[in-house]
């Protein structure tokens, strides 16, 4: 079974660029969360999907982050204009459907350097 | 809020010696819990979990966590150590519809 795919793997920009990121979930998954990790601390939800509506966005930085799943599968998180402070790995993870006991099965992460 | 407190950034042991990674956590209602691994430029994997039924849960590689309600715990544990081990773990806690919440994590470095 094919698991998360993220891509790019690595992003270098200067601040005020724009950038974007996307993460394909494992095949009949229907949550999808993107996750920022600062270094040296926990990941930390910045928005979760179920399909392609959106359930919690609470901690999305909305002046500058945005985010969409397209057909409930794919997905894609924009930062215009970033920020130093947006230097983090960025990752993707998806669930089957979303339940505060399912495993969230992440993919490998977009490791962003805001210059 | 739920919140999750790991004790130590860092952990270090020997090869063929006990590992022990604490986790506290708050919440007023007993909530499902979580040890994720994470590898050197990789994603998150679980390690085991916590739902509900037997406390003493078993994991891959050989890892254990025990549930402890009255002390609000939930530590990881192996009785060997190996070289491959070394990792940053992490802590996480789900209650009800709130979403998952990590823990700061505690990086693992296995001396031989």
């Known amino acids: 079974e094919a698991g998360v795919a993220q891509s790019p793997r690595y992003k270098i920009i200067e601040k005020r660029q724009s950038v974007a990121f996307w993460c394909n979930p494992i095949?009949?998954?229907?949550?999808l969360y993107w996750y920022q990790q600062i270094l040296g601390q926990g990941p930390k939800l910045l928005i979760q999907?179920?399909?392609?509506?959106?359930?919690?966005d609470s901690q999305l930085p909305k002046d500058r982050f945005s985010a969409e799943r397209l057909k409930g599968v794919d997905s894609t998180l924009k930062i215009q204009p970033a920020k130093l402070e947006d230097s983090a790995v960025y990752l993707c993870?998806?669930?089957?459907?979303?339940?505060?006991?399912?495993?969230?099965?992440f993919g490998p992460g977009t490791r962003l350097l805001v210059l | 809020a739920q919140s999750v407190t790991q004790l130590g950034s860092h952990v270090s042991v020997s090869e063929g010696a006990l590992v022990l990674l604490r986790c506290n956590y708050s919440?007023?209602?007993?909530?499902?819990l979580f040890w994720y691994v994470q590898y050197p430029n990789q994603g998150l994997q679980l390690l085991l979990k916590?739902?509900?039924?037997?406390?003493l849960v078993k994991g891959i590689n050989g890892f254990e966590a025990e549930f402890k309600k009255s002390e609000t715990s939930f530590h990881l544990t192996k009785p060997s150590a190996h070289m491959s081990d070394a990792a940053e773990y992490f802590c996480?806690?789900?209650?009800?519809?709130?979403?998952?919440?990590f823990g700061q994590g505690t990086r693992l470095t296995i001396n031989p």
């Open positions: 993870a998806s669930s089957l459907d979303g339940q505060a006991q399912e495993t969230q099965y």
């Open positions: 095949s009949g998954h229907a949550t």
């Open positions: 999907f179920q399909n392609n509506g959106v359930v919690d």
């Open positions: 919440s007023s209602v007993p909530p499902y």
């Open positions: 916590y739902t509900t039924g037997a406390t």
């Open positions: 996480a806690v789900n209650r009800g519809a709130q979403k998952l919440v």
